[in-house]
Each structure stands twice: as C-alpha cells, then as structure tokens.
C-alpha cells in the first residue's frame, strides 16, 4: 500500500480503539485465512464462576472447599479466583510443599495430607482414578463446564464446576470472520469434552484442546506448515510466543503487558469483534492502492 493509504488505515483504526503497529501488520491481516482465538478472555470473560459442587460420599461441602481453597491461595488462575470466591466465611487453610503444573492443576499438603486440586491430566500423572465420580465429571465436561477434580490422599473427595460465558459478541464475531472466508480456530487448556462443547455453541471450526501453556506457538506453526496465514488472539502471558509466532498477533487491551508488546495489533476495547473491523480495515486499505 502507500504510505498515505497505510496512515489513513492505521489512523482509522485507531480511531476506532485498534491499535496497529505498522504497515507490515495492516499487509499481512489481508491474507489471514485462518483466526485461532485463546479461550479464556478472549472469547470468553476469563472471569468464571462455581457453578456446582459436588462432594464424595461422606464428605461434606466445607471440607472439600476449604481444602481447595488451601491449594488456590497459591495460584494465578482465574479458576483459584472462583474458589476462592465460593470459599469465603470458611477457615482458612494453608497448603505445605506447594506446587503448580502449568494447564494442569496444583499440588501440596494440607494438613498433613497430600492433596491435588485440577484436571484429568494431573489425575492421570500421579496415577489417581476418578472412581465414583467419573460419570458426573464427565456429564459436567460435556455440558461445556471446566471440571476442577479435589483429591486427598489419592481418592477423589469432590468435584467443583467453573463456568466462564462467553463474551456477548463472541458468537456473531465467528459468524461474520466465515463470512469473509476466514476459518475460526479455538485454543485452550480446557478438557477436549469441555472444549468441544463450547466450541460448537459458538459455531467454531477447529478445536484445539487440551493444550499446555508452552504448546500454543507450536499449534500456530503447525497451521502455518499447512499453509495457512494465521491470525492468533490472547490476552494472556503464556500466549506471548503464540502471538509472535502468528503472521498477526492481536492483543486484547485489557490482557497483560507481555501479551500486548509481542501483539501487532491491540485491541483497547478488549471486544473480539474488532478482529472482524481490524480485517475489514485492512481489505480495504490495501483495495485502495491498487
Ligand atoms: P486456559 O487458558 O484455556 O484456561 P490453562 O492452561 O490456564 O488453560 O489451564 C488448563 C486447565 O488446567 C484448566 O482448564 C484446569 O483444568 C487446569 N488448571 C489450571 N490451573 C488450575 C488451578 N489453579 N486449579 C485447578 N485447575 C487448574
Ligand atoms: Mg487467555
């Protein structure tokens, strides 16, 4: 494009609260044909809630909150901030010998018991079976909800259910990127049932479950091997590589500092539909110079 085409173009946008940071990144967005959004907030609020608890036989509410609560205390996660939240009025707890598994869960002591605290993945690595709960885990997963699985000396004692919504625009966002021929890719931690289920309320293409933190550039890599241009949005410290590694890293505003300095483009109004408008922008602005 020009140079005057490029002004306009960046200068719209930012008018409109997306921020572009240069010519290269307003080129590239034309040939985006495939988007892969991180989940948690960015299609959804990243501010999830308990939605259910459900103890094991002969254990009761408070015993399994309060022991979740003693090994949330020491995490980051938006999932420690909803335990929490159930948890408050309840004793608190403090956890020994803390420890955290990036995408999969925690690990400590409470009194003197060995606890975990997260998903199947960290079940499955320290040889933990789901036993009387499996169904009910399975059935909340399949509803579309993220499964925090408590285990004290090696038996299940509860399940907790998080639920996170979907940002309002997020669905008419998907629609109208297919609309311009662009494939919708979702990124997330979250279990392959949960994952799907959110995914298909929210007519998503591709579903990319189960991933670990440090994996998410190797997915892009992996679609850009496969020739596609890829578009990447997060908000997230661990999305930083993903967002380098995509021909457009977009950054929500309201995400963390690491996410928003590898991003190419900022989103400040933190509305995935302004991926839609950051596209459209740039289709148009390259339009112009020919
Ligand atoms: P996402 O960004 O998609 O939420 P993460 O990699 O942060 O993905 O987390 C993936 C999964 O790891 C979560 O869905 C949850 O099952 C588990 N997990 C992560 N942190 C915690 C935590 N503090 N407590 C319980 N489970 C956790
Ligand atoms: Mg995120």
Partial sequence: ??????????????????????????????????????????????????????????????????????LEQGSEHHIAKAVLARAEGLPVKTARNFESFGGKGLKGEVDGRQVLSGNQMLLADNGVELGELAAESERLQGAGRTVVHIVRDGRVIGIIAVADAPRPTAKATIQRLQDLGVKVAMITGDNK??????AAELGIDIVLAEVLPGEKAAKVKELQAQKHRVG?????????????????????????DVAIESADVVLMRSDPADVVKAIELSRATLRKMH
């Avoid at 140079?3 to 985006?32: F, H, Q, R, S």
């Avoid at 997230?236 to 380098?244: M, S, Y």
């Fill in 1 to 70: 494009a020009t140079p005057m085409a490029i002004m306009v173009g960046t200068g719209l946008g930012a008018a409109n609260g997306i921020l572009i940071k240069d010519a290269a990144a307003l080129e590239e967005a034309v040939k985006l044909d495939v988007v892969v959004f991180d989940k948690t907030g960015t299609l959804t609020t990243g501010e999830p809630k308990v939605v259910q608890l459900t103890p094991a036989a002969g254990i009761d509410e408070a015993d399994l909150l309060s022991t979740a609560a003693a």
């Fill in 193 to 198: 049932g949960t994952a799907s289920r959110v």
């Fill in 232 to 256: 990447f949005v997060g908000d997230g410290v661990n999305d930083a590589p993903a967002l380098t590694q995509a021909d457009v890293g977009f950054a929500i505003g309201a995400g963390t």
